[in-house]
């Protein structure tokens, strides 16, 4: 085998986030950079001998190019299979479901998910393990170990191979496999949803628009809506994959999705829209002139899961991150389930799931998934909305206002300071932190602190600990004021402030949010000096 030994040096920056190593573009085609951390993965899970790893990312610049050093770098190192997505293509979602499928040793999926891409934007790499998910702290932190000791990386010099026809081919004495990226998992949603019930709907007149905004889901979308339920041709909007996302940024959010959201509450709106992001795991829905939040989306799937055939027996329960609104949490004590709090990141989820404890899980920031795979998956959301859309015959607003009407509303919104720079970020956190035990029962604007601290997780399953998840400060009165610094970025630090409101007057249900969650939001600021501190009068993002 030409197989080369290359000696190499330790490169800063490489410890794994929430969802893997996310740099500017540029850094990952840096000398070394990309064969660092692969074999860091690869070292750090205990090595690929004989092992078969499912490899695809979201088509985002430099996808196919570094898609072709880690096959390389697999067959130096022993794989013995590597299955491909059809030119590098597999949505998040549609690579754990492989890696479950096949039963696979694990899978390296490229992405940084909503982020922006381009040769000047966002580049990603993440390893989930054989369950299909992401991996656990315990396993980044043994591949960070590696990158910070690495001192040679294994490539073979052979060229690459062809990722544009299906096909089996060899790469020295490893079988690489390209497969249709959308079969398996379009098979997959059939036994989770009534695609008879859907197909009706849609043949009964029934319209939508669903923007996937450049991404990886178009080919998944049309496939799946258009071809096999029968929706409109143009139904799919922004369908093909673009190395820079037609220039956009692929974060299936109002401000993002402008074009969606224009069309949902314009003059010949159709009744449902909804949108993907980069890598297919999260979601936004969106009804004729009615937004939905993740958080209420989240609560209304607990609550009519059971009308699709996968759930027709029920949860056994339900997980949301901790700054996701407690809407799921209403709703999950009116069904006499658990609702479970998990710190950001889906992997918090995966032992959760794997012990059958939840069905459902989501987090505010629009991914949601259940026990079909170890990610969020956008499309699997849309799908199961349309299920209940059409067992309900109902609208989505309508849904909404009966939802609320029954559990209440949880008014939601969170502002997002972006590139602050990190001693301020922290300065700010830090000073938080030194009031936590001094605030309870202090009156901060109008509302009055009911409890404050910083979330900490014991997991529920394997007994293992994550502190520092975030400041929590409540307020009588069902207000909730949360802060946390965001690890999904890849330059300076994004400051979060998620504000939260619960109201039961049936005469409230309705309001503006701005104007509903406007005491927590002052209450928040002066509590935080977040002004004072950073200089920011207003978040760069307000969703």
Known sequence: MPMQNVRTTPIEGQKPGTSGLRKKTAVFQRPRFLENYVQSIFDGIGGIDGKTLVVGGDGRFFNDGAIQI??????????????????????????????????????????????????????????????????????????????????????????????????????????????????????????????DKIKALFKGGFTMCFDAMHAVTGPYAHAILEDRLGAAKGTVINGIPSPDFGKGHPDPNPIWAKTLMEKMFGTDAPDFGAASDGDGDRNMIVGRASYVTPSDSLALLTAKAHLAPAYKDGLTGVARSMPTSRAADLVAESLGIPCFETPTGWKFFGNLLDAGKVTLCGEESAGT??????????????????????????????????????????????????DVDSAKADKLITGLRDKLADIQGQTIGMLNVESADEFAYLDPVDGSQSAGQGIRIAFKGGARAVFRLSGTGTQGATIRLYLEQLETDPTRLHQDPTDALVHVRDAALALSQLVEITGRKQPDVIT
């Open 369 to 418: 998934g259940s026990d079909h795979v170890r990610e969020k998956d956008g499309l699997w959301a849309v799908l199961l909305w349309l299920n209940i859309l059409a067992e309900t015959e109902k609208s989505v607003s309508d849904l909404m206002s009966d939802l609320w009407a029954e559990h209440g509303r949880c008014y939601y919104s969170r502002y997002d300071y972006e």
């Open 70 to 195: 880690i096959l390389r770098m697999a067959a130096a190192n022993n794989a013995a299979k590597c299955i491909v997505g059809h030119g590098g293509i597999l949505s998040t979602p549609a690579a754990s479901h492989l890696i479950r499928l096949r039963e696979a040793d694990g899978g390296l999926i490229l992405s940084a998910s909503h982020n922006p891409g381009g040769p000047d934007a966002d580049f990603g790499l993440k390893y989930n393990g054989p369950n299909g998910g992401p991996a656990s702290e315990t396993v980044t932190d043994k591949i960070y170990e590696c990158s910070k000791t690495l001192d040679l990386y294994k490539i073979i010099t052979t060229e690459g191979v062809n990722l544009d026809t299906l096909s089996t081919q060899s790469l020295e004495d490893m079988t690489v496999e390209i497969v249709d990226p959308v079969a398996d998992y379009a098979a997959l949603m059939e036994t989770i949803v009534d695609f």
